[in-house]
């Protein structure tokens, strides 16, 4: 894949600004509740470091988890599981904190897993919920910003482990073949 330009999409100023608004609705949810945030390796790790930063509530602990669909930028079909989580979940509201829903084939693997492990509730919270290849059922609970299509980059969104440290979300624009 030959890139011709990066597009820029969303700003920092305008994530900034969204994640501050998903941070109030998610404290408002769950206010007088217990919650684990997972954040989803290891592109949600910005935009969950920002986000809890914004969240208040009863009680908040955070764990992680990898999991991957994809290589390059075509989903495999398979999620596979690297790093499970370190605590149990029984009993506990679980924030999926995500970068970027697309197929929705791992976080919705993930959430069901979550619930057979006994979560009381298991919702999404994604920077960008895309719609463009989503091949399954699935809500994102919280988005950033909803986009269509393209391939995009920034914020913790990467091409094969290249442009997560870019402060802003950019579509990657190819050469025409």
Do not use: N, W
């Not at 007088?32 to 790790?45: I, N, R, S, Y």
């Not at 969950?48 to 908040?60: N, P």
């Not at 605590?87 to 995500?98: C, F, M, Q, T």
């Amino acid at each position: 894949m030959q890139i011709k330009a990066l597009k820029t999409l969303y700003t920092r100023g305008q994530i900034a600004e969204r994640v501050r608004e998903m941070g109030k609705e998610i404290s408002k949810d769950y206010a007088d509740k217990e919650v684990t945030a997972v954040c989803v390796m290891k592109g949600a790790l910005f935009f969950c470091a920002d986000l809890l930063r914004e969240v208040s509530v009863k009680h908040l602990t955070l764990d992680f988890v990898q999991a991957s669909s994809y290589s390059g930028t075509e989903s495999t079909g398979t999620v596979q599981f690297r790093v499970p989580l370190s605590s149990p979940v029984k009993g506990r509201h679980i924030l999926l904190v995500e970068d970027v829903v697309d197929t929705g084939r791992t976080l919705k693997a993930l959430k069901e897993l979550l619930m057979e492990e006994g979560a009381l509730s298991v919702k999404i919270a994604a920077m960008v919920d895309k719609h463009e290849r989503r091949e399954v059922e699935l809500t994102t609970d919280y988005a950033g910003f909803v986009l269509d299509k393209g391939f995009i980059v920034g914020y913790g969104l990467d091409l094969d482990q290249s442009y997560r440290e870019l402060p802003y979300i950019a579509e990657v624009i190819c050469e025409e073949d």
